[in-house]
């Protein structure tokens, strides 16, 4: 069944910290989206990233880069130089668009506490 | 562009009442979601809609629960009765399907406190 596991309830740096946050998801597709949302103390649900199955290449926007490996099944997320404005809590989620269903399973989220 | 719109921001509301949440997609977009958010539950999808059809409300927690999208530039989720383990924050998303395109975009959610 698909799955996707954030196993990091919680984790606190220091400004200036490279932070890595983990998701590691479990389909039987070949075929699938994986994606990172934020929401950030205002309540938000902020799409940051998605990428699709077909492709490992990975991704890098600023200070955030995305690591996707098909054979360990994960796409971590890497903030560099965290700043105190990355404080937030970020979700991993999964699509499987060749089910037939339209939903996205979501991980439980990792909250991101950057201090000054 | 304008994102996905929801209201009210805000509701406080007293045991028993209706409460009506509204959302009104992106444009163009053909698919959209409720979704519930607690502490305790984390973020649930409650239903969704493809082509303003319901799809799968299967995550809809009771009949007190309801939710309609008459076209595809509006949709409601309406709870009657309330009550207090309703409050939560209530998002709706939208989405355009197929290709590259194909991503759920939140609105900023409308924050349900009954009393």
């Known amino acids: 069944a698909q799955k996707v596991t954030q196993a990091q309830t919680e984790i606190s740096v220091v400004e200036k910290e490279d932070v890595t946050l983990d998701c590691v998801y479990e389909?039987?597709?070949?075929?699938?989206?994986l994606f990172w949302y934020k929401q950030p103390p205002s309540g938000e649900l902020v799409f940051l990233i998605r990428?699709?199955?077909?492709?490992?290449q990975n991704e890098i926007s600023g200070r955030y880069s995305w690591n996707f490996q098909k054979s360990t099944s994960s796409f971590n997320f890497t903030i560099t130089a965290s700043q105190v404005v990355d404080s937030a809590v970020y979700f991993c989620?999964?699509?499987?668009?060749?089910?037939?269903?339209?939903?996205?399973?979501f991980g439980t989220g990792t909250r991101l506490k950057v201090l000054a | 562009d304008a994102g996905v719109i929801q209201s009210p921001r805000h509701e406080v509301t007293e045991m028993g009442q209706e409460v009506t949440l509204r959302c009104k997609p992106i444009?163009?977009?053909?698919?959209l979601f409720w979704y519930r958010q607690t502490m305790m539950r984390g973020l649930e999808l409650l239903i969704y809609?493809?082509?303003?059809?319901?799809?799968?409300d299967s995550g809809m927690p009771e009949d007190r629960f309801s939710a309609k999208m008459p076209n595809a530039s509006f949709s409601t989720l309406k709870i009657q009765p309330s009550e207090p383990r309703d409050s939560a924050v209530y998002f709706c998303?939208?989405?355009?399907?197929?290709?590259?395109?194909?991503?759920?975009?939140f609105g900023p959610g409308t924050r349900l406190t009954v009393l």
């Open positions: 989620a999964l699509s499987e668009p060749d089910s037939g269903t339209y939903k996205y399973i």
């Open positions: 990428r699709n199955s077909f492709d490992e």
């Open positions: 389909t039987r597709d070949t075929t699938y989206y």
């Open positions: 998303a939208s989405r355009v399907a197929g290709g590259i395109t194909d991503t759920q975009y």
């Open positions: 809609f493809n082509n303003n059809v319901p799809i799968d």
């Open positions: 444009s163009g977009h053909n698919s």
